[in-house]
């Protein structure tokens, strides 16, 4: 036997020694990053669900703050109703009444009420009286329903004691029409419904959360709006039912959904869910991405672990940016939006001292409305973003710019002037100018003949409030001396104005 022979075992044996540390090792690495992954999805699963359930709860209060808002302002256009007095004294059903003078006064409430009706598309707009007379917009939809009962059942309605009120839906289980009655005198009640369609532009889904269904339902939970339409006029499906029945301002999270309650309007719920696999789907898949690189290369697995963790925090962070993105800034203007707006502000005030000096500006657009109306709404939308640009461009990154309105913006100056001789006063005063000067500069529509300005008000911190309710209650009142000056033009709040004695700074006029 040759030495070359003696030799050729114990190379097989270090051959087999290589081969069982290499698998030893690889089965090592593979436990360990199967271990290590299984723990990072784990945990993204959790930090995942709580994120999303937080996002889900603040999307769903402001729903509800949506709708609150809402309700208001249907509420304040029907006070308009009162603005003839006719409208509070008359009554129909008086056997005193003079048939010529009582023609007489219909057509003048009629004319009213039809006026209103038109400016919010109302499908009811009118007085009903005791004997199931009306004057106003009655459809022939709820005349038809309720026949000669007309004022008896729509007396039902009124709940509210306080403020002889009250809201109805699903109301004879018509569910297409939203009510609002409100009662004028013993025989009189005043009677507003809309399509309960129309909510669909309260209850904004994001387009981040494409899944998440938004419902609002009645204490009976009958479902009132659903972004799923086939759902309205149906009670509440029992999955959801049996996570949030009998709760009130609460988010339920579990394997199957997350769920954000809250209440709104006369005894209703705003409910949001997201199904949990959808929230997850985007885990699922990088799980089992990870586990097939860890069984296939074992060297790399560590590296490769690290690697796909990111990708899986990464759908986790672009949920959480976006949505919180969503939640404070207007898409449109890309300023802060008005909820984000009143809270920095408010904040920024709370933390500051006597001593300094801040500004809060108000500006409502001029002639805004015919530009919606002359060249459309998607125009008037393209001119708000140019807005949001424009204020972008005057006021530096430390101020907070806000959209407070549908054409109503807002500055808080957090910024010191440039020149520190320069009374403060005196650099407001410049950056209301520079502001007013780009708002004159900018023409619409495709021949530029269209202009815009604004009317600005301003009141500072602290002479004139150390709140932000004192100094926009402030402010608005300067913004509307400057709108019955004449617009395109600026107002510093002083204590003058209460009594008509308010001097606008014109754009061209020197600094005071």
């Not at 494409?210 to 339902?217: A, D, F, K, Q, V």
């Not at 409910?271 to 997850?280: A, D, F, G, R």
């Not at 586990?291 to 672009?318: F, Q, W």
Request: charged share 20%; net charge negative.
């Amino acid at each position: 036997m040759t030495k070359r022979e003696k030799k050729k075992p114990d190379m097989k044996n270090v051959s087999r020694l290589k081969f069982s540390l290499i698998i030893g090792y690889a089965v090592i690495v593979i436990a360990a990053v199967s271990l290590v992954s299984a723990l990072a999805v784990k945990k993204t699963d959790t930090v995942l669900k709580n994120q999303v359930s937080t996002m889900v709860s603040s999307l769903n209060v402001q729903m509800k703050l949506n709708m609150n808002s809402y309700l208001f302002r249907m509420e304040t256009i029907g006070t308009l109703a009162f603005a003839e007095e006719e409208a509070c004294t008359y009554d129909a059903t008086s056997p005193d009444n003079d048939e010529y003078e009582a023609l007489n006064t219909e057509k003048i409430i009629s004319d009213k009420l039809y006026s209103l009706c038109i400016m919010e598309n109302f499908v009811d707009y009118g007085i009903v009286y005791r004997n199931n007379h009306y004057v106003g917009k009655i459809s022939n939809g709820t005349a038809n329903m309720l026949g000669d009962k007309l004022f008896e059942e729509l007396s039902t309605i009124v709940s509210r004691q306080r403020t002889k009120d009250g809201w109805a839906a699903g109301f004879q289980d018509n569910f297409k029409r939203i009510y609002y009655v409100k009662q004028i005198h013993e025989n009189a009640l005043l009677v507003i419904s809309f399509y309960a369609a129309e909510l669909e532009n309260v209850f904004d889904n994001p387009e981040t959360l494409n899944g998440m269904e938004i419902r609002l339902i009645n204490q009976n939970y009958d479902v009132i709006y659903s972004s799923e339409n086939y759902e309205v006029g149906e009670h509440l499906n029992n999955a959801i039912l049996e996570r949030v029945q009998n709760q009130t301002s609460v988010t339920v999270i579990d394997n199957e959904y997350v769920v954000a309650v809250n209440p709104c309007g006369d005894e209703w719920n705003v409910i949001c869910s997201v199904p949990t696999e959808i929230i997850l789907s985007e885990k699922n898949r990088m799980q089992l991405f990870i586990y097939m690189i860890g069984l296939l290369a074992a060297l790399l697995a560590a590296a490769m672990g690290a690697v796909l963790s990111v990708k899986i925090a990464n759908p986790v962070t672009d949920i959480v940016s976006t949505l919180d993105t969503k939640a404070h800034i207007d898409q449109l203007t890309g300023i802060l939006n008005k909820l984000s707006f009143e809270e920095y502000t408010g904040n920024r005030l709370a933390d500051s001292l006597s001593f300094e000096n801040h500004a809060l500006i108000l500006i409502d657009v001029d002639n805004f409305k015919g530009v919606n109306d002359t060249l459309g709404h998607a125009y008037g939308d393209k001119v708000l973003s140019d807005i949001g640009a424009l204020m972008r461009s005057v006021f530096p990154e430390a101020d907070f710019l806000g959209r407070v309105g549908g054409d109503e913006f807002a500055v808080f100056i957090n910024s010191l002037p440039g020149g520190k001789d320069s009374p403060y006063p005196d650099y407001v005063q410049s950056k209301c100018e520079e502001l007013c000067e780009g708002f004159r500069n900018h023409y619409t529509g495709d021949d530029g003949n269209y202009k815009i300005s604004a009317s600005i008000g301003v009141s500072f911190f602290p002479e004139q409030g150390q709140t932000f309710p004192e100094l926009y209650a402030r402010a608005d009142k300067a913004l509307y001396f400057s709108k019955h000056k004449g617009k395109d033009t600026y107002t510093f709040f002083s204590q003058n104005l209460s009594e008509q004695e308010a001097n606008p700074h014109e754009t061209n006029s020197e600094t005071e």
